[in-house]
């Protein structure tokens, strides 16, 4: 085999990102990105100070590095700080937007990237839209495949796409805005291969939401490398001898081609409006349509059919934290059949001791359905009497193929950001995240975000 055939994955990837600065995006694919915006601004600054992120600022404070890149709702310093707890508070709360095909979670690696290095180097506002897509581009097609492909493959495996493709988004992002050229995006990709990593098995603790900010962060570090003459392995984005014959041995994956000419991934990004794991959300829409339908002493059973993968990423079915519930079927399923609407705030202490839940938790029964859609799921409540009780979801609320408007996400960002920064600076951080792109948006973006108001 050449080497020319040998790098032909590495030399496609990196041409793509080399000509981000010259790219012309249609409208469509503008907005998108805007909506993406909306809702990183407001999952990200309603999580800035989360147990989660706390430790994560407070060493940023420890460790005292200077720069321009702001770190929402605190002051500023070096971008792969700022990029590392920016993403930590986006992916805080599992509220953050989802590629539904399998890359995972965008949104938090990817803008954290776009403006912590934009801040840095005075970036204007179009290099940064576009080097933002290029990088949620990247990320999905090397993520994504559905169901057969890899970011789905890496979670059955245990490792969790948006830290492992997370990497590889963010450092694309980054060459972007360096203006880098092939060989030294080259270089960059192999430097983001070589550190990917991220385990399903931190689900339900500060481990998850740190895969996104740690992915923001190495993409930053991989891309600083590269530009400063630092070589990297070439061949790691081929289909063997590479990063996915480490992560997938067995070799039994549909790896999704490079087709970035014929079509956005972007335009299949999810936003979720149940902050918890996606893999939760069918099963609990079909459960909040039974809420207040049936006393719990008539319940002998319920049974909820899922796909597979929710048993991977979201199969706890006892619980020991309000995280961790995030990351179970069944308790998500008992807290909407109790009336609790799995926003944010609900995930709490109180919610977690309800002993409503507690009960309905015990009774939930998980049944695995293959060839079932990720997107749909069926809950059946048997009562004692022999009557059932049957809620049906089709399709998330929230996927590419029912999708939350621009009003609905609105609504979202305000709910979140309204308590934290009050109604007329969140308004005007909203108006511009909806104009993003247009000239002059950085920098005020930057501003609204600072922590001295």
Excluded at 148 to 167: C, D
Excluded at 313 to 329: I, M, Q, Y
Aim: proline share 4%; glycine share 10%; aromatic share 8%.
């Amino acid at each position: 085999m050449t080497e020319i055939a040998r790098n032909e994955r590495g030399r496609a990837l990196a041409d793509y990102i080399a000509e981000a600065a010259g790219r012309d995006y249609p409208a469509e694919v503008v907005h998108e990105a805007r909506r993406a915006l909306v809702d990183y601004l407001g999952v990200t600054v309603a999580a800035a100070f989360d147990e989660t992120v706390k430790p994560v600022r407070y060493l940023a404070d420890r460790w005292q590095a200077s720069g321009r890149a702001r770190i929402v709702l605190g002051g500023t310093t070096t971008p792969a700080i700022a990029a590392l707890i920016n993403a930590t508070a986006t992916h805080a709360m599992d509220f953050d937007d989802v590629h539904y095909l399998g890359a995972g979670h965008p949104g938090g690696p990817c803008w954290s990237t776009a403006f912590a290095v934009a801040q840095e180097n005075g970036a204007d506002d179009q290099l940064t839209l576009g080097a933002f897509i290029t990088g949620f581009e990247v990320m999905a097609r090397l993520g994504g495949g559905g169901v057969p492909g890899v970011g789905r493959k890496l979670q059955r495996k245990g490792f969790h796409p948006t830290s492992v493709v997370g990497r590889m988004g963010a450092a694309a992002v980054a060459c972007a805005l360096y203006h880098l050229d092939a060989g030294k995006i080259t270089n960059a990709l192999g430097n983001a291969a070589t550190t990917a990593g991220g385990l399903v098995g931190s689900f339900g603790t500060h481990g998850k939401p740190f895969h996104a900010g740690k992915a923001a962060m190495d993409g930053i570090l991989a891309a600083d490398l590269a530009a400063a003459g630092h070589i990297g392995a070439s061949h790691l984005f081929e289909l063997e001898n590479g990063w996915l014959d480490a992560f997938i041995q067995d070799k039994n994956v549909e790896v999704p081609p490079l087709d970035f000419e014929e079509r956005f991934e972007l335009l299949r990004n999810g936003y979720k409006l149940l902050a918890s794991c996606r893999a939760t959300h069918a099963s609990a829409q079909a459960a909040h349509q039974l809420a207040g339908q049936f006393d719990l002493a008539e319940v002998e059973t319920i049974e909820a059919q899922v796909h597979p993968g929710a048993l991977v990423t979201a199969g706890k079915l006892s619980p020991r934290s309000p995280l961790e519930a995030k990351f179970s079927v069944s308790f998500c399923v008992a807290m909407a059949l109790s009336g609790y609407r799995l926003v944010w705030t609900d995930f709490s202490d109180a919610v977690f001791a309800d002993a409503h839940v507690a009960e309905l938790n015990g009774k939930v029964r998980l049944q695995p359905v293959d060839g079932q859609s990720p997107a749909s799921a069926h809950v059946i409540v048997h009562l004692r009497n022999g009557a059932t009780l049957r809620a049906d979801t089709n399709v998330i609320l929230g996927h590419p193929e029912n999708p939350v408007s621009d009003v609905g996400l609105s609504e979202k960002y305000l709910s979140l950001t309204v308590p934290v920064l009050g109604d007329a600076r969140a308004q005007t951080l909203l108006d511009a995240a909806w104009t993003f792109g247009a000239k002059g948006t950085v920098h005020p973006i930057g501003e609204l975000l600072a922590g001295d108001w």
